[in-house]
């Protein structure tokens, strides 16, 4: 129903910032505003995280412990694009990230049925 495009990952100094964008794309029926939206990441040898997710409208947002204060997560509708400001970026941050939907309107982390490729991102110290 939805195909996500992530984008803007890369190599990063300790203490950096860096903008993931994930492009969304409906095929038919739902359109890109009845989706939660997250973003999750994985490292080799670590289980997959939820480090932010946002509801349909933006205004709620959720962030993982390890990330909070550091990453801020939005939405533009308009554009059917979600984003991920990560700043303050450290070593243990590397991991590939995804962004996910779900057609629920507030799930948890194993509620999303819709991903992206993923996006490197590698922060050096």
């Known amino acids: 129903q939805v195909q996500l495009v992530e984008s803007g990952g890369g190599l990063v100094q300790a203490g950096g910032s860096l903008r993931l964008s994930c492009a969304a794309s409906?095929?038919?029926?739902?359109?890109?505003?009845?989706?939660?939206m997250g973003w999750f990441r994985q490292a080799p040898g670590k289980a997959r995280e939820r480090v932010a997710a946002?509801?349909?409208?933006?205004?709620?947002?959720y962030y993982a412990n390890s990330v909070k204060g550091r990453f801020t997560i939005s939405r533009d509708n308009a554009k059917n694009t979600v984003y991920l400001r990560m700043n303050s970026l450290k070593p243990e941050d590397t991991a590939v990230y995804y962004c996910?939907?779900?057609?629920?309107?507030?799930?948890?982390?194993?509620?999303?049925?819709?991903w992206g490729q993923g996006t490197q991102v590698t922060v050096s110290s």
């Open positions: 409906a095929a038919s029926g739902r359109t890109f505003s009845t989706y939660a």
């Open positions: 996910a939907a779900s057609p629920l309107s507030y799930p948890e982390g194993r509620d999303y049925a819709y």
């Open positions: 946002t509801s349909r409208d933006g205004i709620n947002t």
